[in-house]
């Protein structure tokens, strides 16, 4: 379908990075210090976070997903990378999807406008100007590192569009597909995951 897999190891991790940095947006709160992302596994919203999750960045709570570490989105990821991580192609469908969900964010007239951004995003329980700012920041992150690897580009009506080979990117039951033939591969589902220390659980317990 797409030939993101031969890119270098610094695009993967931009991919990934970028859509960490959407998905830290859109956590509405916090659990036992990690920022928590509640998706109930519908219209694959859980897709991008099954991707993290497979490389080390977000645990599966079920109807929700959390970041593992305070991680800071002005940093890149550091990725787990192992056999059962999600292809290079997977993640790029996962940044695409972004773009379609989010494309007033994504749109032209929302190029360069976001100024001041910070990681104070106020009340999370709610959408605030801070958070659409934030947000709108992310995505257009996406759109511009989409439009480098010349997969998609802006429309007439300014909205941002996968192009030629990459017009079906955003269906993300592709993903899903692609991630049951990785356990056919392996011979189980728990090896698309790596093993990440929970420091409450390795630190916690009484004397």
């Known amino acids: 379908m797409m030939a993101v897999t031969n890119q270098s190891d610094r695009t993967y991790t931009s991919l990934a990075t970028q859509i960490a940095r959407i998905l830290w947006g859109l956590c509405g709160e916090e659990m036992d210090g990690k920022l928590l992302y509640f998706h109930a596994c519908e219209n694959n919203l ?12 977000m645990r599966d709570w079920g109807v929700s997903h959390c970041f593992v570490s305070d991680w800071s989105p002005f940093n890149a990821a550091v990725l787990i990378r192992h056999p059962g991580e999600p292809t290079g192609d997977d993640l790029l469908s996962g940044l695409m999807f972004y773009t379609e969900w989010f494309p007033d964010n994504a749109a032209f007239r929302n190029r ?17 100007p801070a958070g659409e700012r934030y947000l709108t920041w992310a995505v257009q992150g996406a759109r511009e590192l989409l439009t480098k690897l010349d997969v998609g580009s802006w429309q007439a009506n300014g909205f941002f569009s996968p192009s030629g080979p990459y017009l079906d990117s955003t269906d993300l039951d592709l993903y899903w597909h692609s991630r049951n033939e990785m356990i056919r591969r392996l011979g189980s589902e728990k090896l698309l995951y790596p093993h990440v220390p929970d420091p409450q659980a390795e630190g916690g317990g009484s004397g």
């Open 46 to 57: 859980n897709a991008p976070c099954d991707m993290l999750a497979r490389l080390g960045l």
């Open 112 to 128: 360069g406008r976001v100024a001041g951004v910070d990681v104070s995003l106020d009340d999370r329980a709610r959408r605030t």
